[in-house]
């Protein structure tokens, strides 16, 4: 029960965390990091519990990578459209967002062949990756004197660009190799 609860508050945040977009100043930024923060608090505890305490379920195997794709997805679209992802640096968002869709997509289609595409810790690392460079990002808007916030976090959003790329084309790889060329 706590771990779907967990993972349902990091859903339930996103909103929080966009209205802070709309308010300018120092405090609507740290709030928004603040609520960014524990929502990846509970990425890693929703499953830690799940696990420990044997309350793994199909709707929280659903759910947690949906919370978490909705999480990143919308926090980078909120943070290419306040400008603190610019430039160049919106084909790394673009990378991470366009790998999150096709993943979806095929985890879709799988499920309707009865297969299950299994996560990898390399992707859990991604997550993890794409989580640490948004909130640096987040950071950066607080403090935008200090340069190196900025480019750390962009440092880091490329770098979960890669993973991105990378874990996408291991799913991608696996899901054709268990495709037919027969249509229905």
């Known amino acids: 029960m706590l771990p779907n609860l967990l993972t349902l508050s990091r859903i339930f945040s996103i909103p929080f965390i966009v209205l802070c977009f709309y308010i300018s100043g ?7 990091t603040i609520l960014f923060a524990v929502a990846c608090v509970t990425d890693f505890f929703d499953g830690y519990f799940a696990r420990q305490w044997k309350q793994v379920s199909a709707f929280g195997r659903f759910l947690d990578p949906v919370a978490d794709k909705l999480l990143v997805s919308i926090i980078l679209l ?11 640096h919106l084909l790394a968002a673009a990378i991470i967002l366009a790998r999150e869709i096709i993943v979806s997509g095929l985890r879709e289609f799988m499920s309707q062949m009865r297969l299950i595409v ?10 993890g990756m794409q ?7 987040l950071c950066s808007a607080m403090f935008p004197d200090i340069l190196m916030l900025r480019g750390t976090g962009t440092a ?3 770098l979960a660009a890669i993973m991105t790329a990378f874990t996408g084309a291991r799913y991608l790889r696996y899901g054709i190799a268990h495709m037919s060329d027969k249509v229905d």
């Open 156 to 158: 880091l959003l490329w």
């Open 26 to 32: 120092f405090w609507a930024h740290l709030a928004a």
């Open 118 to 127: 299994p996560v990898t810790k390399y992707a859990k690392w991604k997550t």
């Open 131 to 137: 989580m640490l460079s948004i909130s640096c990002l």
């Open 78 to 88: 909120m943070l290419c459209g306040d400008g603190i992802i610019s430039g160049i």
